[in-house]
């Protein structure tokens, strides 16, 4: 099995292309996604959050807005967070490669692959991109979204250029969908088969 682990900044199509890979057949882990479940109503994380963040939560779990005001500009208590969350979403990953053990490629979709340190644990590293103004103005599109909030997360990321020179391959996604689509299956290609025969 060959663990690929799919990383690009806020708004550069990540997750468009991380359904490119499902399309393809490929088991795909949403870290984002398990993070929702596990802060959602019944979540496993629930608990924790509202015993270190007082008033973060309710019925339909962590009040994400609230949580998220709550560690706003606040690095400690941003620590405090990643050290709840982050042993959880490791423990899920855990699952779902021993679940998918014998697919020839998983993809683990990591936000913050290089940040966190994630990146040490895949064969490959895919990194998604997109020209600044491109990602700026997705973005911006999106919302409830600021400059000020879309700067701030932009502080906690690594640059783009620096995913890109790190990364085993890129892929562009500031083009027609079907052009990405291309590059995601000559990732592939190059995976399974890289002697291209």
Do not use: Y
């Not at 008033?55 to 606040?74: C, I, K, S």
């Not at 779902?96 to 993809?107: D, G, N, Q, S």
């Not at 879309?150 to 562009?172: G, H, N, S, T, W």
Request: charged share 25%; with cysteine; net charge negative.
């Amino acid at each position: 099995m060959i663990t690929v682990g799919l990383t690009g900044s806020i708004g550069m199509g990540k997750s468009t292309v991380a359904q490119m890979f499902v399309d393809e057949g490929v088991p795909v882990f949403d870290a984002d996604e398990t993070v929702h479940q596990l802060q959602g109503p019944g979540g496993a994380l629930v608990e924790a959050i509202e015993a270190a963040f007082p008033d973060t939560t309710g019925a339909q779990g962590v009040n994400r807005t609230a949580l998220r005001e709550a560690v706003f500009g606040d690095d400690a208590a941003f620590c405090r967070l990643e050290a709840i969350v982050h042993p959880a979403v490791a423990a899920e990953r855990d699952a779902f490669l021993a679940a998918h053990a014998r697919a020839p490629v998983v993809v683990l979709d990591v936000p913050l692959l290089f940040e966190a340190g994630g990146w040490a644990g895949v064969d490959k590293v895919v990194v998604v991109s997109a020209p600044p103004d491109v990602q700026r103005a997705r973005v911006l599109g999106r919302p409830g979204m600021s400059v000020e909030r879309f700067e701030a997360i932009l502080v906690r990321q690594l640059p783009d250029a620096e995913k890109r020179a790190r990364a085993d391959f890129v892929i562009a996604t500031d083009t027609l969908l079907e052009e990405t689509r291309r590059q995601v299956r000559a990732v592939l290609t190059c995976l399974v088969d890289p002697a291209g025969g």
